[in-house]
């Protein structure tokens, strides 16, 4: 157990540390604990005490104004404007409506508290609580809430409401004035229309849940394996899962069919990363020496709470009936997520979490019915001409003198003026959206484009924020190794033949100075040390870099399936004959691939790996051993990896790293290179790394990591499984650390830096990302128009930035602020601070960052950062991206797209107002939820400003012609009954009831006249240029549509006083 240190402990305590000899370590570290954790809470309430009183400045002057006012802060002045009558009026009382049923709602269903829980290996029947089923559901509906839910999403809005009204009062024959279909006829085809919409998409979701949740596994039981289907498996279930197949829920990973106890898995539709992640085994499990003895044993997994994090975890396993009990800590790299695929061998797993409680449906929204702007803005204008209405017909019964019965006559005036709102506005702008998007799927420029939700086809031309992924999105995710640069020396892509035969010329003649030399290699290996320093050649000191690449990494080579060749066959073969034509590599990072098969080009090729050594083949044939001692994985926070091999030929041991520029500059000897190398290789779009190596004395490694003296493998043994079991060697400095429970990434990063000092430089790396085909033009074209562009991705801060610079996404004058990692409410407050005094810069920030800015500083943040060109998020979740979404949504009420082509990109998609999938490597499921699928990123371009363009200003004129058409119409009914209707209609009797041809003649009839040819001259318009596309004001123009169109168009006022002449001359 660790002590403390004394800067953590809180003075008032530190009488207890001189008592510890006397009473149990435990119990007096249980009250340091809770005394410390006393001292900390009171020390945050005086933080956030102290924030309060000193709120965030958005403004030069009122930063440096210390004595500013509260009130004139950006949220204050928010909250003033929301507690008026105002906002009450607007969209308060819809506020307080949702949040009054929210409550009701969580009243009635409350959710059920998610607790940690002990599984109990195949015993599903020991839960002591009842877990969800393992089904999954995306349907809207069901068979009883299909026809009312279809009905509410329609008549929500008052322009469908209002005809709905109109239609029914035909019903009643005192207010009868037209035909039943002229009023029935139009509603009913756009209700038919749809449901019938509705009822095909919610079949189509029901066809893939039921293909989903019928799906069988193998489930490992007593009597040996049954098949069971998705839906049907529970938690404590042992489930085998295959190569190549879908998991059906959260698992621990207990055994595998590959002898390295560790298997590979894709996680493209979880976090996007088309990667393959390395997984291992629980070691207990993994030892037994038969399949049924998982049921022999008495042992149980201890999960905490389902949470949304998809990159940790935290548990327990326990086996009872050894002793003494054997306990194993249990992380993320033993995990199994649902909708991930097993890439390598078989697995078992023990279920822990099922339906929705996994990962991913935790990181899923529900998908909600969008609705175009332009929609609102015809409800908001139907209210308006509807109070117009109103006052009309008032004016119309007091013209009258309200003489008889004056209500009556009020209501059929309402029934006589209703031409002014069209019932058949909803039929032609439907009519309209859904030949705008057969000619989408029609342009032969943006081929393999399907429109699915065929409402909201002119959002695509109102769009001012466009956020999108990088992975598959952007780039390809396809990796070139482009440089090598030695200090000296610089290699480029037409040079490499050079390196080539730098190494094949290198090993050659070790290979003969090794035949000529029959002394043993330690001896040499003494003598090369002793020998003293002189300056390395060129050769030499390529064949260390292309040595040091070939060896760190976390890099393993596949071997594929041949066709009548068992695995057990397999893995034989390839232990003896590492055929070139079967190897394929896989890595949690393509980058990390691209050096290794970089290396293969040059001639030394990486053919074997596990997790205790790994085997390099020379361009001569000759078989070079290492045996792996230590790894060091990389972290976000060291930004650099390492590894500890001994050269089984010679017994060298070598230190290899690398790393980030940033992270490696202290660690390697003095150079005048470096920095400036970097730099430019930056400007050209690649990705850098620095490899360094230090050669290690055995007393040197001695001192880091003590091993046995039976053999190397077994020290190898004890280090991974250090942060599980108990070592059986005396516990190093490095293994206390790895046990450590209180701040382990601290005490491991300050063991591992007693090696990190003064090691020798050998090269820098630059590798270039593929972009998509004309990803720079369509961004730059984009941006001229307007639109600011949000990049969303999963992948590391340095990856992220590197692409945000290639793609253009920044340009070369703009500087790029990263906002550094900030975990309390202070440290947000100064970097939001230090962020706001910068001006036209992008900004680059991690998902913790941002999920701490937004907890304290939400309107702050969001402001600062629309100001901003450009926005870059990465380490960014599922859930994470539709909230940005979302906040977009309701701090700036503007338009937002989102565009992704993995099934991480599925909750961003479904919460844009527009959402547009990319079908790539990663699936079809982000097409599949998107209301626009495209086959390429440069296809958004065309998308938005040919289409989206030309179905706003069609609608928009469209909407205007029928309402101006409406005016006209009613107008001429006023004309008409003004000279000839009031002793026949308005002063009608209650025995008298109106007539049909009562009203205007050809005034109810056809209520599509003259909007069908106005419709096909629009859609039928020259296309535009495609040199305007690159103008910037292409997309700023296009405001055509709002509350103005009140007024009538000068085009409209001529044909009105026509129609009025007309009328006049015809009464």
Not at 556 to 578: C, I, L, M, N, W
């Amino acid at each position: 157990m660790d002590v403390p240190t004394p800067d953590l402990v809180c003075p008032d305590t530190t009488w207890a540390m001189g008592r510890v000899s006397s009473y149990g370590w435990g119990v007096w570290e249980s009250r340091l604990h809770a005394l410390f954790a006393v001292q900390c809470r009171y020390q945050l309430e005086d933080e956030s005490a102290h924030l309060d009183e000193m709120p965030l400045m958005m403004s030069e002057e009122g930063f440096e104004n210390e004595e500013s006012d509260y009130h004139t802060l950006p949220r204050a002045r928010i909250m003033q404007r929301k507690r008026g009558l105002e906002w009450f009026v607007c969209d308060g009382w819809k506020f307080l409506c949702t949040s009054c049923c929210g409550w009701l709602i969580n009243i009635c269903r409350r959710k059920k508290e998610l607790k940690a829980r002990t599984v109990w290996l195949g015993c599903p029947e020991k839960c002591e609580e009842k877990h969800p089923r393992n089904s999954i559901k995306n349907q809207k509906y069901n068979v009883f809430t299909f026809i009312p839910g279809v009905l509410y999403e329609q008549f929500k809005f008052f322009l469908n409401l209002y005809f709905l009204v109109i239609s029914c009062s035909q019903f009643v024959p005192a207010l009868k004035i037209g035909y039943l279909y002229t009023y029935w006829a139009p509603l009913g085809f756009v209700l038919a229309v749809t449901m019938t919409r509705e009822a095909i998409d919610e079949f189509r979701r029901f066809q893939r849940d039921k293909e989903v949740n019928s799906q069988l596994y193998s489930k490992l039981t007593v009597r040996g394996k049954v098949q069971v289907k998705s839906s049907d498996i529970q938690v404590g279930d042992l489930i085998i899962v295959e190569k190549n197949q879908r998991i059906p829920s959260d698992m621990v990973f207990l055994r595998t069919s590959e002898k390295a106890g560790s298997c590979f898995i894709r996680t493209d539709q979880l976090d996007g990363e088309t990667d393959w992640k390395l997984k291992v085994a629980v070691s207990c499990t993994q030892q037994l020496p038969a399949l049924g003895d998982l049921f022999s044993i008495s042992a149980y997994v201890y999960a905490q709470k389902p949470q949304m994090d998809i990159h940790s975890f935290e548990g327990t396993f326990t086996r009872e009936d050894s002793d003494p009990p054997i306990h194993e800590s249990l992380s993320i790299e033993n995990t199994l997520w649902a909708s991930t695929i097993v890439a390598s061998g078989t697995v078992i797993g023990v279920v822990i979490y099922t339906g929705k409680e996994t990962r991913s449906v935790m990181n899923t929204s529900n998908p909600k019915n969008k609705v175009g702007l332009l929609d609102l803005e015809l409800n908001r204008l139907t209210k308006a001409l509807f109070l117009a209405l109103v006052a009309l017909s008032i004016v119309m019964v007091t013209l009258q003198g309200f003489v008889g019965p004056w209500y009556r006559n009020l209501f059929r005036f309402l029934l006589l003026f209703s031409y002014i709102i069209p019932i058949s506005l909803r039929v032609n702008l439907d009519m309209g959206k859904a030949v705008y998007g057969w000619m989408m799927m029609k342009d032969e420029n943006i081929p393999g484009t399907v429109v699915r939700t065929s409402t909201i086809p002119e959002e695509l031309g109102r769009l001012v924020y466009l956020l999108t992924d990088k992975t598959g999105t952007l780039t390809q995710n396809e990796m070139i190794f482009k440089r090598l640069h030695l200090g000296t020396v610089s290699y480029g892509a037409d040079t490499m033949d050079e390196i080539q035969s730098h190494v094949r010329d290198s090993y050659s003649q070790m290979q003969s100075q090794a035949g000529g030399n029959n002394t043993g290699s330690t001896p040499l290996r003494k003598a090369q040390s002793s020998a003293p320093k002189v300056r390395k050649s060129v050769s030499s000191r390529i064949h260390e870099a292309v040595k040091a690449i070939v060896l760190c990494h976390n890099v393993t080579p596949v071997y594929e399936s041949r066709a009548g060749v068992t695995e057990e066959t397999e893995f034989a073969e390839a232990d003896q004959d590492f055929s070139d034509e079967n190897r394929t590599y896989q890595a949690s990072s393509p980058d990390e691939v691209a050096l290794v098969q970089w290396t293969e080009s040059v001639g030394l090729t990486l053919v074997s790996r596990d997790l205790t050594s790994m085997q390099l083949k020379t361009p001569s044939g000759q078989v070079l051993s290492f045996c792996i001692l230590q790894l060091f994985p990389f972290t976000s926070e060291s930004k650099r990896m390492g590894v500890i091999v001994r050269d089984e030929s010679t017994a060298e041991i070598t230190f290899y790293m690398k790393g980030a520029d940033v992270a490696m500059s202290p660690i390697v000897q003095y150079n005048d290179w470096l920095e400036e190398e970097c730099g430019n290789m930056a400007r050209e779009g690649l990705r850098t790394l620095v490899v360094a190596k230090k050669a290690l004395t055995e007393e040197q490694y001695q001192d880091f990591e003590p091993m046995q003296s039976s053999s190397v493998e077994s020290t190898h043994s004890t280090y991974t499984c250090a942060h599980r079991r108990l070592p059986l060697c005396p516990q190093s400095r490095y293994t206390q650390a790895k046990l450590s429970m209180h701040d382990r990434s601290l005490k491991v990063a300050a063991v591992v830096e007693s090696l990190e000092r003064e090691m020798e430089l050998l090269c820098l790396t630059g590798v270039e990302d593929q972009l998509q085909a004309d990803v720079r033009p369509t961004l730059e074209m984009l941006r001229n128009a307007g639109i600011k562009i949000w990049m969303l991705t999963g992948d590391k801060l340095e990856t992220a930035t590197c692409i945000a610079k290639s793609s253009h996404l920044v340009s070369r004058t703009q500087d790029i602020h990263i906002f550094r990692q900030v975990t309390s409410r202070g440290e947000a407050h100064l970097e939001l601070n230090a962020f706001r005094r910068k001006h036209d810069c992008a900004l680059v920030i991690s998902g913790d960052s941002l999920e701490v800015c937004l907890k304290y500083y939400e309107h702050e943040f969001v402001e600062l950062a629309c100001q901003c060109p450009a926005v870059v998020c990465c380490r960014c979740s599922p859930t994470q991206k539709a909230r940005i979404v979302t906040l977009l949504q309701q701090h700036t009420g503007r338009r937002t797209c989102a565009i992704g082509d993995g099934g991480n990109d599925v909750s961003m998609i479904q919460a844009a107002d527009c959402g547009i999938g990319i079908e790539g490597k990663e699936g079809k499921q982000a097409s599949l939820a998107a209301d626009f699928s495209i086959t390429q990123f440069r296809h958004i371009g065309r998308l938005l400003m040919v289409h989206g363009r030309n179905s706003y200003k069609r609608s928009a004129a469209l909407g205007q012609f029928v309402m101006h058409r409406g005016l006209i119409i009613s107008t001429m009914q006023v004309c008409h009954h003004i000279h000839h209707v009031p002793s026949v209609l308005l002063s009608a009797g209650p025995g008298r009831e109106a007539r049909d041809g009562d009203a205007l003649p050809g005034a109810v009839q056809g209520p599509h006249q003259g909007s069908i040819d106005y419709f096909c001259s629009d859609v039928t318009k020259k296309k535009i240029h495609p040199r305007k596309l690159q103008s910037p004001e292409t997309l700023r123009k296009m405001d055509l549509f709002g509350l103005k169109l009140c007024s009538v168009r000068i085009k409209g006022g001529f044909e009105f006083i026509i129609f009025f002449t007309t009328a006049y001359f015809i009464a």
